[in-house]
T-cell receptor
Framework: KQEVTQIPAALSVPEGENLVLNCSFT??????LQWFRQDPGKGLTSLLL?????REQTSGRLNASLDKSSGRSTLYIAASQPGDSATYLC??????????FGAGTRLTVKP | GAVVSQHPSRVICKSGTSVKIECRSL??????MFWYRQFPKQSLMLMAT?????????EQGVEKDKFLINHASLTLSTLTVTSAHPEDSSFYIC????????????FGEGSRLTVL
């Protein structure tokens, strides 16, 4: 059974700092991995999607990496801003229909 | 990115009533949509996979008679919580996959259900 773990559960950093969020999964046979952002009481916004054959994806200040062999993915946020404060969720796709979510990392960026 | 609209965003109802939540893909067709439930400070738990024109596939432990799912068109899936009870109070989120964007899921804004 695929289990997805995100560490830390919460993170607080000063504005401008670079940071890394971690996601680990137990079964390396994944279809893809997707990072989402969730603001309080809101739905999920897709940030980056990494296919199983890819090693990383970049979008603006965000960079996500994938290492299937070690069961890990990281989300790197450069030059963090208060507007980046949200919960970040990692989701592992088992196939085209089934995804398993981590519990998320709650990020606070202080001005 | 693709847009998924969910309605209503908030609903309060009395115990015993039924509540319908709609999930629409606005600018793409979705043969498959997903319904999730999220408790406070917890991650999303998949409830069921909604397939256009056929019966939904429910996850283990989810009562299909309690959570009725209908996916009558390529852009609309509905979740009906029947005879709602306070323990059904939760945040319900739908998602849809754009078949032209391999594997990427897009989510609705979620619906906060409070059963009194």
């Amino acid at each position: 059974k695929q289990e997805v773990t995100q560490i830390p559960a919460a993170l607080s950093v000063p504005e401008g700092e670079n940071l890394v969020l971690n996601c680990s999964f137990t079964d390396s046979a994944i279809y893809n991995l997707q990072w989402f952002r969730q603001d309080p009481g809101k739905g999920l916004t897709s940030l980056l999607l990494i296919q199983s054959s890819q090693r990383e994806q970049t979008s603006g200040r965000l960079n996500a990496s994938l290492d299937k062999s070690s069961g890990r993915s990281t989300l790197y946020i450069a030059a963090s801003q208060p507007g980046d404060s949200a919960t970040y969720l990692c989701a592992v796709g088992l196939n085209n229909n089934d995804m398993r979510f981590g519990a998320g990392t709650r990020l606070t960026v202080k001005p | 990115g693709a847009v998924v609209s969910q309605h209503p965003s908030r609903v309060i109802c009395k115990s015993g009533t039924s509540v319908k939540i709609e999930c629409r893909s606005l600018d793409f067709q979705a043969t498959t949509m997903f319904w999730y439930r999220q408790f406070p400070k917890q991650s999303l738990m998949l409830m069921a996979t909604s397939n256009e024109g056929s019966k939904a596939t429910y996850e283990q432990g989810v009562e299909k008679d309690k959570f009725l799912i209908n996916h009558a068109s390529l852009t609309l899936s509905t979740l009906t919580v029947t005879s709602a009870h306070p323990e059904d109070s939760s945040f319900y989120i739908c998602s849809a996959r754009d078949s032209s964007l391999v594997g990427e899921l897009f989510f609705g804004e979620g619906s906060r259900l409070t059963v009194l």
